[in-house]
């Protein structure tokens, strides 16, 4: 069945740090690939989202494209803030199947 | 407009005792999933609604979860005869139609249930 493996956590850098939070899928086909992200009380949100081979998903400073080479989709951004502490979950779907989640990162942002 | 929302927010029930739990997709999203977040199990698929019917209800861990979706809108997951490894945050989410396109799926802010 397919997977989203991703980055142990939790991961604590210094304010304007470069972050990169690793994931990995395992899927049949071509799947669409998502991160999420869950703010402190807050529920999850959509952070960006690519859904075919070579796309590049970006919004608030953060990257990540699909790499259907190395069944990868790593999440980056050159300077990050405090205001980025929170959880961040890798996911993929297929069609309008179940979104199939990664075990989650807890990042923390020190100013 | 209006996002998905949940009822009730939190929920305090004893061990033994059925509780009801409310989604209320976006409006016009035929789409709509239930998921269950635990600290030891992380996000889990529960069940998917398409419209009123539920093509995958693979992630139930029971048969004293069920869930049902009326009019093509809000839906209800129940949860009969509490345990306490019940407790966790009960998430809905709704998308639009689906078939083999993928759309986001938006999520409501979760309903936190804790059985004692």
């Known amino acids: 069945g397919n997977s989203v493996t991703q980055m142990e956590g939790p991961v604590t850098l210094s304010e304007e740090a470069f972050l990169t939070i690793n994931c990995t899928y395992t899927a049949t086909g071509y799947p669409s690939l998502f991160w999420y992200v869950q703010y402190p009380g807050e529920g999850l949100q959509l952070l960006l989202k690519?859904?075919?081979?070579?796309d590049k998903g970006s919004n608030k400073g953060f990257e990540a494209t699909y790499r259907k080479e190395t069944t990868s989709f790593h999440l980056e951004k050159g300077s990050v803030q405090v205001s980025d502490s929170a959880v961040y979950f890798c996911a993929l779907v297929q069609g309008a199947q179940k979104l199939v989640f990664g075990q989650g990162t807890r990042l923390t942002i020190n100013p | 407009g209006a996002g998905v929302s949940q009822s009730p927010s939190n929920k305090v029930t004893e061990k033994g005792k059925d509780v009801e739990l409310r989604c209320d997709p976006i409006s016009g999203h035929t789409a709509l999933y239930w998921y269950r977040q635990s600290l030891g199990q992380g996000l889990e698929f529960l069940i998917y609604f398409q419209g009123n019917s539920a093509p995958d209800k693979s992630g139930l861990p029971s048969d004293r979860f069920s869930a049902e979706r009326t009019g093509g809108s809000v839906s209800t997951l129940t949860i009969q005869r509490t345990q306490q490894e019940d407790s966790a945050v009960y998430l809905c989410a709704s998308s639009l139609a689906g078939g083999s396109r993928t759309y986001e799926q938006y999520f409501g802010p979760g309903t936190r249930l804790t059985v004692t």
């Open positions: 690519a859904t075919k081979a070579d």
